[in-house]
């Protein structure tokens, strides 16, 4: 101020002595100003404009001080036109820079962005050399930020961070760009800038401001640990009483999701303390009820949770709930069922009544009183929450278990598993159910399935019953190993599981011929539970374990004799090699590898000498040990020089090196087999691996040239055209169709006669498809079908055809095709493909009729099929269509009774959409219902339940009910069509 000052009075000693009086008036008004007595300064500032001419220095520093004036004492809109006049019209001025500044400053204040920006952008182009350059470039940033418009935000104020120039906001620029992207939800970018706050401008005003929001941003990213370590810091205490409530209830929420309870107790009851009026004091008093419950001081969440209930609002609704809760987890189930009663009585409408009604039915389930329990977990099948669902049929399923009803538990357990998140322990209990079921239901693989995804989510939980179910079913597939695995796993010393562990192992181990391993778990069985029901059957086998493992004279005490014909013969070379291979077969593999060489060395004459030296290379092979395989066949070949299995081991060899990634030395091992071996049973399978090693090198037109080559030179090999037709192949699946066709083409003129003629020419046809040759494409297909009705490639070739007359609006062509196909491929597995597609063509040319009778056809020929089911539902469509409802409502039943996928939500929609046209409005909610809760995955026919469960409700003249049912599409369906027809039915509710 002062050097603008001197130099305003250099200017002044340089005017003439006429204009000394206004020489005395301008230094009165820089004296005022100076002295901030802004009124009178700017009164004074007016007359010397009204006495200069514009062209003059000291009218441009009497128009910006005016201003400035005006500024100084608040009258922001009028000090704008003094500014305006500067920047406007005296663009010479040496104050027209800063008046665009301060006016992109105040046009802020005002909230009008576009003019600040407009301003602050002038002075960026114009003054490119501005020491307010960084300085504008923060403002714009703040401007798009206030307007909602943050990625422009972020560029300009990463372009203020960035600058070089004496930006005075740089600390500020640096907050503003991390709080954006902490609303963007970026928190890692946020605490990187914040971050960057505190390391280079620690002295900021902003800086504990900064520390507190980094401990917010690591809260979201849900790295409590980090969001403890800096909303631990003591100076927050000297944050504003309104973030201060903030950063201690944060730090509650931290020290509670690492399950510091007693730490999260102390910070929820300091906010409760020192922060009563705040917006989150309830909130606190609820963490606090968690924190204690948690630290399993039920009595004390109890009052906690007591106190809270007593209110209005959602918190009192759930802490209703959790006294409950803090009661049965105490052991006073009676106390915490006349609660969950009393809410049902206060709150029969809330959400949460199915949660209560879970509750309900789990204390009556650990009351063993089942039919009381079942009733109100039924009704909590019905929750809108997953979870509660979940839970409610999860408890369904162990009740009908318990009664070994498999059936009706398979029934439940499975929505569970299909509505529940993975994380969840009802998902893992669901999943139990659901193998234990599966299993008593005979399908031992899908109960392994279940059982291995409980494991894979959480390998602690409940690891004895699933290692007990999932070795019985093991060994119910025949999978001994497996199963002996499973057995071994088992921990428990329950005296049941103990006893079937050990006959079950016995089992296994004579299975696998482990024989002596057996013979010792049913000696233990036979010694520990004699009076077993098994006894007998357990005696008999130990008989066979002692015989398998050649203790006779223990045999023949229980069989009363002595069978020598399945005994074992060392000097047999045949069993000895049976028995080197039960070994491997059993999981031996190093036992099986030594016998082999024992077997070699001892029979080097015999067949079984070169054959087991080959075994063990196969071994290695099989265990992945390829180098050590390769030594292997090559022994074959060093002391066999003549043997059969030479053409068997070069191709063996070049296996094991393309498994190596060693394509070049696969290669000439197959080439062994070619050159060596032409017509040997092996030449085939050297052609394919030699082709997916040059594939694999990406070296594909030498498998072409190589495929050529040996055609040209084995021409009568059986085998020559299957070689062949491998160059179509290789150009197909590089997407190359030209070559494609020209190789199948020559394909054809080569071999006339070859079986794969009918796959050419469909290969032909989908090249042309793919070249866009529709014609040809048409013609190919044609004569498949046509020429070789009784190939496989004729009911896809049909298929295809069908689909591309379609896409051509040329049903009429399509309906002939498919009509002949039906008729000539009767016996085609793709039948019901072909004849959905003739039902749908019909739609198209509205033969209603005809398409009618078709999907008939469909579903009574072919009722195992997926084409049944969809050809159903149509049935139901056109019956619908003509009100001819029962026939609908059956059409639509049977599919949703038996499907629980995409098909199965279709006919259940559908058959709501049927029982609303039939002015049936309660029971169409119903049925909308089932879409909810049976086939909860399956969008959009939840949100089409919904709004039709909204017209029902509107028919039913219930618009409250309808408004909820609108008002969940909307919810979920913002700014798409669903959601704006949802919209526009609430609208006209109103």
Aim: aromatic share 16%.
């Amino acid at each position: 101020m002062h050097k603008i000052f001197i130099s305003i009075i250099t200017l002044l000693l340089g005017l003439p002595l006429f204009a000394q009086n206004l020489t005395e008036k301008f230094n009165d008004a820089m004296n005022a100003y100076n002295n901030q007595l802004y009124s009178e300064a700017y009164k004074i500032f007016d007359e010397v404009i009204k006495d200069y001419d514009v062209e003059d220095e000291l009218y441009s520093v009497a128009r910006f001080y005016a201003a400035n004036s005006l500024l100084k004492m608040g009258k922001k809109d009028e000090s704008t036109s003094g500014f305006e006049y500067i920047v406007n019209s005296i663009v010479w001025s040496k104050f027209r820079e800063e008046s665009l500044f301060k006016l992109g400053l105040i046009y802020y204040d005002l909230n009008r962005f576009a003019l600040s920006r407009k301003n602050h952008l002038m002075l960026i182009y114009q003054y490119p050399n501005s020491e307010y350059l960084g300085s504008s470039m923060y403002w714009i940033g703040e401007s798009y930020s206030a307007e909602g418009k943050l990625d422009d935000a972020i560029e300009f104020l990463t372009q203020a961070i960035e600058d070089k120039s004496a930006n005075r906001y740089r600390d500020h620029s640096i907050y503003a760009l991390a709080s954006i992207y902490e609303k963007k939800h970026d928190y890692q970018n946020a605490v990187k800038y914040y971050d960057q706050l505190l390391t280079y401008h620690s002295n900021s005003s902003l800086a504990l401001e900064a520390q507190v929001r980094i401990g917010v941003c690591y809260f979201y990213l849900k790295d409590y640990y980090n969001s403890i370590l800096e909303l631990n810091n003591p100076d927050i205490q000297k944050l504003p009483t309104e973030n201060l409530s903030e950063a201690l209830y944060l730090l509650a929420n931290s020290h509670y999701r690492v399950e510091e309870y007693s730490d999260a107790a102390n910070t929820y009851s300091e906010v409760i303390k020192r922060f009563p009026n705040s917006d989150i004091y309830r909130n606190s008093q609820y963490g606090l009820a968690w924190s204690l419950f948690q630290q399993s001081k039920y009595g004390e969440a109890y009052q906690v949770f007591n106190t809270l209930s007593e209110g209005y609002d959602s918190i009192a609704i759930k802490s209703f709930i959790w006294k409950g809760e803090s009661k049965r987890y105490a052991g006073q189930t009676n106390e915490a069922l006349a609660i969950f009663q009393n809410f049902l009585v206060k709150y029969p409408d809330d959400p949460s009544t199915t949660l209560v009604e879970n509750l309900i039915g789990l204390i009556y389930f650990d009351q063993n009183k089942f039919e009381q329990s079942t009733q109100y977990l039924t009704n909590a099948t019905s929750s809108e929450d997953p979870l509660t669902r979940a839970k409610a049929f999860t408890m369904i399923g162990e009740i009908e278990l318990q009664n070994k009803n498999y059936i009706k538990a398979r029934g439940n357990f499975d929505p569970a598993v299909r509505i529940s998140s993975e994380e969840s322990e009802v998902h893992l209990r669901a999943l139990l159910g659901l193998g234990v079921s599966l299993f008593h239901l005979g399908d031992y693989n899908e109960a392994v399935e279940n059982f291995r995804q409980a494991e894979t989510i959480d390998p602690a939980f409940e690891q004895d019953k699933i290692n007990f179910y999932m070795a019985e079913s093991y060994y119910s597939l025949g999978k001994y190993q497996e199963a002996l695995s499973r057995y071994n796993n088992i921990k428990s010393t329950e005296i049941e599981y103990v006893r079937q562990v050990t006959y079950s192992k016995g089992y296994c181990q004579f299975n696998l011929g482990n024989y002596s391993n057996a013979a010792y778990l049913f000696s233990e069985f036979i010694q520990n539970y004699p009076d077993d029901f098994r006894m007998t059957d357990a005696k008999l086998r130990l008989a066979d374990s002692y015989f398998g493992s050649k203790n006779f004279a223990a045999a023949s005490k229980i069989f009363k004799e002595v069978f020598k014909s399945g005994k074992f013969s060392s000097d047999d070379p045949y069993t000895y090699f049976q028995y080197a291979q039960a070994l491997y077969k059993s999981g031996e593999s190093n036992a099986a590898i030594d016998e082999f060489r024992n077997l070699q060395k001892k029979f080097p004459d015999s067949k079984y000498g070169e054959s087991s030296l080959f075994t063990i290379g196969f071994i290695r092979f099989q265990e992945g040990e390829f180098e050590e395989a390769i030594n292997d066949y090559r022994m074959v070949m060093q002391i066999y020089k003549k043997s059969s299995l030479t053409p068997a081991v070069y191709y063996s060899i070049g296996d094991a090196y393309f498994n190596l990634g060693e394509y070049d030395s696969a290669i000439v091992n197959y080439r062994n087999v070619l050159a060596k071996y032409p017509s040997s049973e092996y030449a085939y399978d050297a052609i394919n691996g030699m082709q997916y090693s040059y594939v694999a090198a990406g070296r594909s037109n030498e498998a072409i040239n190589l495929i050529d080559r040996y055609v040209s030179q084995n021409p009568n090999l059986k085998f020559s055209d299957q070689i062949y037709f491998k160059k179509g192949e290789i150009y197909y699946s590089q997407r190359d169709y030209e070559n494609a066709k020209l190789s199948y083409q020559e394909f054809l003129v080569k071999y006339p006669k070859s079986s794969f003629v009918p796959e050419a020419y469909y290969w032909l046809g989908k090249s042309s498809q793919n070249l866009k040759q529709d014609d040809e494409a048409i013609f190919y297909f044609s004569k498949v079908f046509d020429n070789y009705p009784g190939s496989e490639s004729a009911a896809v070739s049909v298929i295809e055809l069908g689909k591309m007359y379609e896409a051509k609006g040329n049903y009429q062509a399509g309906i002939d095709v498919l009509e002949r196909a039906s008729s000539k491929l009767k016996d085609s597995p793709r039948l019901p493909e072909v004849l959905f597609l003739k039902g749908s063509a019909y739609i198209k040319v509205d033969d209603v009729q005809k398409a009618y009778a078709t999907f008939e056809e469909l579903a009574m020929y072919h009722p195992e099929t997926v084409f049944a089911d969809r050809g159903k539902i149509e049935m139901g469509l056109i019956d619908l269509a003509i009100s001819r409802f029962n026939e609908a409502d059956k059409n639509f039943l049977d599919v949703a009774g038996r499907r629980t996928d995409d098909l199965g939500a279709k006919a259940q929609y559908q058959y709501g959409v049927s029982l609303f046209e039939q002015g049936k409005y309660s029971e169409a909610v119903s049925a909308l219902v089932r879409v909810r809760t049976v086939f909860s995955q399956y969008e959009p026919w939840i949100s089409r339940s919904y709004l039709l469960m909204g017209d029902c409700y509107v028919k039913m003249n219930d618009k409250r009910q309808a408004e909820e049912m609108y008002r969940v599409v909307v919810t979920k369906h913002k700014g798409n069509e669903l959601g704006e027809e949802a919209r526009q039915k609430i609208n006209k509710l109103k």
